[in-house]
């Protein structure tokens, strides 16, 4: 098998990262502030403390939004676009769009929508400040567990595979993950900080938008970067033929 042209990838990758960080801003501009901004006045509410507000809040919502999801997203696109090159020869008869369309649902499902299940966003407001350090730790080791399971179950499925066929492998390894997964959310701790009078309306909406921001980025990414992949890759490329294959 021919090695993949990673350079040509990566550069499209960081394109096609960056005009997904372009969409994902504006769901999060869009569906996310809002409920930010509900979550501010709550909080505005409910304390008679008020600091010097270093950075206004038009800032906050417009500029270093913008600012974290871009370079977020662009960062993403070369990460993907690195594992793309990976995966090209090892999945099957895929082509370029499917494989990145893939690749983008294995992402969201690890990064963000096996965490989220656990350890779902908060807006501004909800979650005491002496835990931050606390949560974030359990966020990010509940996202490199999601990581390590799901890259688990991928060998898993594949070692099975010859003994016991696609179907049998596949509903196996998918067994092993699911309980595996439901441990982990048993054991890990539960964080429940949210006031009993804040606005579940508020906390509903704001916990669908953090998780539109991600599906749009890796949707739009899957959409994009395929595109751009198929044009780097001939349809007969060697890089897209099965692993293990000769010249």
């Not at 690195?82 to 294995?106: D, E, F, K, N």
């Not at 492998?169 to 429940?192: E, K, M, Q, S």
């Amino acid at each position: 098998m021919h090695p993949a042209p990673v350079r040509p990838l990566l550069v499209r990758g960081l394109l096609a990262g960056l005009a997904a960080g372009l969409l994902a801003f504006a769901v999060a501009y869009l569906l996310g502030e809002p409920q930010v901004d509900a979550a501010v006045s709550f909080e505005d509410a409910h304390t008679h403390e008020h600091g010097a507000e270093l950075v206004s809040r038009s800032l906050q919502s417009t500029a270093g939004l913008a600012t974290g999801v871009l370079v977020e997203s662009l960062a993403l696109g070369g990460l993907a676009a690195l594992a793309y090159c990976a995966l090209l020869g090892r999945t099957g008869h895929l082509g370029p769009r499917p494989t990145a369309l893939l690749l983008s649902a294995a992402a969201f499902l690890t990064l963000h929508l096996l965490p989220f299940l656990k350890y779902p966003a908060n807006p501004p407001s909800v979650g005491e400040p002496d835990t931050i350090g606390r949560r974030t730790a359990l966020y990010f080791l509940m996202i490199a567990l999601s990581v390590l399971l799901c890259s688990g179950a991928l060998l898993l499925g594949r070692r099975l595979t010859p003994r016991l066929g696609p179907w049998h492998a596949t509903v196996a390894a998918a067994t092993v993950l699911i309980t595996a997964l439901a441990l982990a959310y048993a054991f890990l701790p539960a964080v429940d900080e949210v006031p009993e009078d804040f606005p579940a309306t508020t906390l509903w909406h704001f916990r669908l938008a953090s998780l539109a921001v991600p599906c749009a980025l890796w949707a739009s990414f899957g959409v994009f970067f395929g595109t751009a992949a198929e044009r780097v890759l001939s349809p007969g490329a060697p890089g897209l033929r099965p692993a293990g294959t000769g010249d």
